[in-house]
């Protein structure tokens, strides 16, 4: 851990090393240099600064009070007042890790008339929610949004926060993790906590051939994104709690960026949405036969996915990749057709309620994931699943 010494003593002009900051995040007041933490270490004052300010780096950083922090906070997602559904299930794992060390669920909401959404957010598990609603925070913009978050660790100590994987998350999290110069884990697919109130951080890494378990044992909060569908959405219970009120000034609210108009893009469900998902693997031989899978799906009112084989083949739309590079998924029935079941695919479809994999391997490792296995050419196979079902359907 590093930090920025200010020798006060040298500084002949103060006025001029405040404009040293590109982040504006030098400050002199009542006769005193400060820096604050808009610092990004860019180390440009310690350059220019005549010796004024000084890098230190500390060899052995004195631990964290874990006393001092309490709770395990969740950033909700909302656009236009709808909360994003991330924001159900990381309250319910939040819940899960909060009762294991006795400490309160917080959920922060930030945005623009959105208050009337606490009531919600009580109702999937927060104890208590803080509402930032304010004009300026209607439209995701990152400057904000952290300072907002900033404010809201700084007056209510959390000990852990989580934010979803999604667009805006993983742009918030990481910059207000900097800020309080502590650890994040992305994309976590395991999370646990233990008695010392540190965060079990687990995430697939090098490839998905291990399990990586991460911990931020001197520093707090401690930062975690967890991406859609990874958890489940916890049952809805009787909306108790707390709904506290929050603002910050206005300086802390302004943006470099002014949104001129939105434009709603033409909402697609995507694979992430899906009950029902048919799989493509690199058992299809040509991406006309696509069509067969396409046709099964429709039949069951599903969606087709691949793996990554097909997506590199160019044959299907990146958006539908499942996995560890792709997206997680979580339907009620997934089929998957010439699908080998590698680590890095399994990864992003082991929470499906029913596999059924269909391979000419019987040694294949979809096997082991898969609740029902058929051992079969799919070219065989799948034919006669659209005639049963037609002839099911009355077509
Ligand atoms: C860092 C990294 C990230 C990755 N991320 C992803 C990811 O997100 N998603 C992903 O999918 N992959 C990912 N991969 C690639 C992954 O390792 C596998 O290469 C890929 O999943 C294999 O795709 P497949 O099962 O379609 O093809 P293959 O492994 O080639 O399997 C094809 C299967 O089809 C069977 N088969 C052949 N003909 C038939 C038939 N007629 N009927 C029935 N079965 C048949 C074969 O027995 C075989 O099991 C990643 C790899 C790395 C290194």
Excluded at 17 to 25: D, E, Q, R, S, Y
Excluded at 97 to 125: M, Q, T
Excluded at 276 to 287: L, M, S, T
Excluded at 313 to 328: D, E, K
Aim: charged share 25%; glycine share 8%.
């Amino acid at each position: 851990m590093a930090f920025i010494k200010i020798h006060q003593e040298k500084a002949e002009n103060p006025t001029a090393l405040v404009k040293l900051c590109p982040f504006g995040a030098i400050h002199y007041d009542n006769g005193k240099l400060d820096i604050d933490s808009g610092c990004k270490m860019c180390r440009i004052c310690i350059k220019k600064g005549g010796g004024v300010f000084e890098y230190v780096e500390e060899k052995n950083a004195p631990a964290v009070d874990k006393s001092a922090w309490r709770g395990v906070a969740v950033v909700a997602e909302q656009t236009a007042g709808a909360v994003h559904p991330i924001t159900f299930e990381l309250l319910g794992k939040a819940r899960d890790l909060a009762d294991k060390i006795n400490h309160p669920v917080y959920c922060v909401l930030i945005g623009y008339r959105i208050a009337d959404k606490a009531d919600e957010l009580l109702s999937y598990g927060a104890d208590e929610v803080f509402v930032y609603d304010d004009p300026a925070l209607e439209h995701f913009r990152i400057e904000p949004y952290t300072a907002v978050l900033e404010d809201f660790i700084n007056k209510n100590l959390p000990s852990t926060v989580l934010v979803g994987g999604t667009t805006s998350g993983r742009s918030l999290a990481p910059r207000v993790a900097a800020r309080f110069r502590t650890g994040l884990t992305a994309d976590c697919t395991k999370l646990d906590m233990q008695p010392s109130t540190d965060l079990d951080q687990i995430r697939p890494a090098y490839g998905g051939n291990i399990m990586a378990h991460i911990n931020t044992p001197k520093h707090r909060p401690q930062f975690a994104t967890v991406r859609y569908k990874i958890f489940p959405i916890p049952p809805k219970r009787e909306a108790i709690g707390k709904i506290t009120r929050c603002s910050l000034a206005n300086p802390q609210l302004n943006s470099a960026i002014s949104v001129q108009k939105v434009t709603e893009k033409k909402r697609e469900v995507g694979i992430e949405e899906a009950e029902v998902i048919v799989v493509a693997g690199r058992g299809i031989r040509k991406q006309e036969d696509l069509a067969m899978l396409e046709e099964l799906a429709g039949l069951l009112g599903g969606k087709l996915a691949s793996t990554r084989s097909l997506i590199e083949a160019g044959w299907v739309n990146p958006r539908c990749q499942i996995g560890l590079s792709g997206r997680t998924v979580k339907p009620k029935l997934i089929i998957t057709c010439g699908v080998s079941g590698a680590i890095q695919f399994v990864a992003g479809m082991s929470g499906s309620e029913l596999i059924v994999a269909i391979n000419t391997d019987p040694n294949a490792a979809i096997f082991k994931s898969a609740h029902i296995g058929i051992h079969g050419d799919l070219y065989k196979i799948v034919p006669q699943l659209i005639e049963k079902i037609k002839l099911e359907k009355g077509q």
